[in-house]
């Protein structure tokens, strides 16, 4: 959340982060919202883990988001991916608070809840429709896999652009 603020800084905006996780919106809209404060623990648990069992890998890079762990592996060599693989599916199944999901060359713990970019796109429709008192057309855009839980909730009354291949399945109305 922190590194797209710094990044657009636009204010009046509605800010996410860590898959819709960690939202910073106007106060008319509800202000700080952060879901999933109660894995941190397990998240803490499962970095140290992964630490152990990838960083003698070369060009694996753990990353630790609030509520989230990315392991990217774009920057290791193509005999060992399998190697950064094996060790999150050794580490995943230790902490059943956490679900493993991955994208474009990597690999993502993060909370096993109801919650994702989907869920979070939805919420803010209805925060944004009750602020407004009109309906709305979303527009969603992105180009990873964990996109498509957005493309989904938004496909009967939104546009999705996924930005991509065009030979990829997607839920998105519409590629770029």
């Known amino acids: 959340l922190a590194d797209v603020q710094r990044l657009v800084h636009v204010d009046g ?18 202000g700080r919202r ?29 990353e630790r988001k609030r509520y989230a762990i990315a392991i990217h592996y774009r920057n290791v060599d193509p005999a060992d991916e399998s190697r950064v693989d ?6 995943a199944p230790q902490f059943p608070k ?19 970019k989907g869920t979070l796109v939805r919420w803010l429709l209805e925060q944004l429709s009750a602020a407004s008192h009109q309906p709305l057309t979303p527009l969603f855009m992105g180009d990873d896999l964990t996109d498509e839980d957005a ?26």
């Open 151 to 176: 493309f989904k909730a938004i496909a009967t009354d939104g546009i999705g652009v996924r930005v991509g291949d065009p030979a990829e399945t997607t839920a998105a109305r519409y590629v770029l």
């Open 34 to 62: 952060q879901v999933g404060d109660e894995y941190a623990a397990a998240l803490d648990e499962a970095e140290r883990a992964l630490h152990e069992e990838l960083d003698g890998v070369p060009g694996a890079f753990i």
């Open 86 to 91: 094996a060790g999150v599916g050794l580490v």
């Open 98 to 116: 956490l679900r493993r999901t991955g994208g474009k060359k990597v690999f993502e713990l993060r909370p096993a809840m109801a919650w994702d």
């Open 13 to 30: 905006l509605v800010y996410a982060g860590s898959h819709g996780f960690d939202v910073d919106a106007p106060m008319n809209l509800g």
